[in-house]
């Protein structure tokens, strides 16, 4: 299933007192989808899901996809390290009216592959909704293996997609070599966009398109059209934005650079920390010099 080729995975706008800005959330979605955004993740790791409550994140899921209209496609950011509140987040997220869930690999526990493929088999097998697999090693301790994504794919009908996030080629290219020609992979790393879409990628679940998503649409139009020098030199040209995004433990920065856009999105919760001045004043030089200059 294609979700498009700019999807953004949003952060959750958080008040002064640190709840859910629901008014700050409605100018978000409006701005991510006027801003190259195909779709957008909620609730997901941007989104500091695991400092968001069960009534939280449903709200959250609600809201987004009536601030959406239609517009764009919503997924639910669903996954957990407990199969029983995977399940019940899952349905949730259903009554909500998403189009689609993205469930990330058990953190923490360590689950063998045949513990995943049964934890995501039951997780889909209890809703209607597509769902995208979600392999973020860095985060989560265990890495979804090929045979693992390809046995999921051919036995589970609703299990569509993959974001893969292990920053391996290698890996991406044999999932899309030993799965059904229908099922989606995005890269889940900003800086390989252009190199997941010349091994078959669909597009990529971002975090800089928040501040860039019409310029990577761009880049990825280009490739689309086969112009590939000259969606090399767009990545060169955004790639100090993204590697800006992750200077801090995401999502502060992004936080900080829509601020500097008067996008209103809070700060972060504990135990992630705003930025300091001094790590400010890297994202606002590089803001000003690649956003702002119109260098890019």
């Known amino acids: ?18 709840s859910v800005d629901v008014q700050a959330l409605r100018q978000l979605v409006n701005h991510l989808i006027d801003n190259g955004s195909d779709a957008i993740v909620v609730g997901g790791t941007t989104g500091e899901a695991p400092t968001l409550s069960h ?17 764009v496609p919503v997924i639910a950011g669903t996954g957990t390290n407990s199969t029983h509140a995977a399940v019940e987040l899952t349905q949730l997220a259903e009554q909500a009216g998403v189009d689609a869930a993205m469930l990330s690999t058990p953190y923490y526990n360590k689950p063998s592959q045949e513990g995943m493929y049964y934890h995501f088999k039951a997780v889909a097998d209890a809703v209607s909704l597509p769902v995208m697999l979600y392999n973020v090693p860095g985060r989560t301790g265990v890495h979804l293996s090929v045979e693992t ?11 569509v997609s993959i974001k893969d ?12 070599s030993s799965v059904p020609e229908d099922f989606t992979l ?45 969606a090399s030199q767009i990545h060169r040209e ?6 800006a995004m992750f200077s ?8 900080a650079a829509l601020e500097m856009m008067n996008i209103s999105a809070g700060s972060v919760r504990l135990p992630l920390v705003p930025l300091n001045e001094e790590e400010k004043e890297l994202v606002y030089r590089v803001i000003q010099h690649n956003l702002f200059s119109s260098a890019v």
């Open 248 to 255: 801090a433990p995401s999502p502060a920065p992004v936080k």
């Open 55 to 71: 009534a939280e994140k449903a709200a959250l899921f609600k809201n987004t996809v009536d601030f959406a209209g239609g517009r």
């Open 165 to 176: 996030a292990s920053g391996d080629l290698d890996h991406m290219t044999a999932v899309l």
């Open 238 to 243: 955004l790639a100090p934005i993204m590697a």
């Open 186 to 230: 995005y890269s889940g790393d900003d800086s390989l966009t252009l190199p997941a879409l010349s091994v078959g990628a669909s597009g990529i679940i971002s975090v800089a398109a928040h501040i860039i998503g019409n310029d990577m649409q761009r880049m990825v139009s280009a490739y689309s059209a086969g112009q590939n020098r000259y």
């Open 1 to 18: 299933m294609n979700f498009g080729s700019v999807i953004t995975a949003m952060v959750t706008p958080f008040d002064a007192n640190g």
């Open 149 to 159: 994504t390809a046995a999921l794919a051919a036995d589970v009908e609703n299990i």
